[in-house]
């Protein structure tokens, strides 16, 4: 399944500024299907842990207190080529730099406030679909 799946999150900024429904529009208009979904809010510990990878970057802190602030969408979507066309479809990670039509060009307010997260390669995937749903959660 390596190469046919990737995650994603809508973080806490856009589910407050009532983007899931656009968001999901956009995924489903790509082609992917969501073969699993869950509405949760994080707790600070939990944030930590998913993004220990940044744990040594200036901006973890502020990075785990936006995380854990509000609700949050997870899911696992499947397509051919999934991690890399969802990096196409949501753009660069600086709302302003990313292309026009991205996610991200239309629903994130900055860099801090972005609205989507997506795994960035077929490993971080499975490791990130993991940790947010078990085996008979998906379908």
């Known amino acids: 399944m390596s190469g046919k799946i990737t995650f994603s999150l809508i973080k806490p900024y856009a589910v407050k500024m009532g983007y899931i429904g656009p968001i999901l529009a956009m995924i489903h208009e790509a082609g992917f299907r969501i073969s699993a979904i869950t509405s949760t809010k994080l707790s600070k ?33 499947e397509k051919e080529n999934a991690v890399e066309d969802f990096r196409e479809l949501i753009g660069h990670t600086d709302p ?44």
């Not at 629903?107 to 390669?121: E, F, L, M, R, T």
């Open 96 to 139: 302003e730099k990313a292309e026009n039509g991205t996610i991200r060009k239309k629903y994130a307010k900055s860099v801090q406030s972005n609205a989507v997260h997506g795994s960035d390669s077929a490993e971080n995937a499975i490791i990130e679909c993991d940790f947010f749903f078990s085996k008979k959660e998906r379908y």
């Open 45 to 77: 510990e939990q944030a930590e842990s998913f993004y220990t990878i940044h744990k040594s970057k200036p901006f973890f802190d502020d990075l785990v207190e936006f995380m854990s602030s509000g609700p949050i969408v997870a899911m696992i979507l």
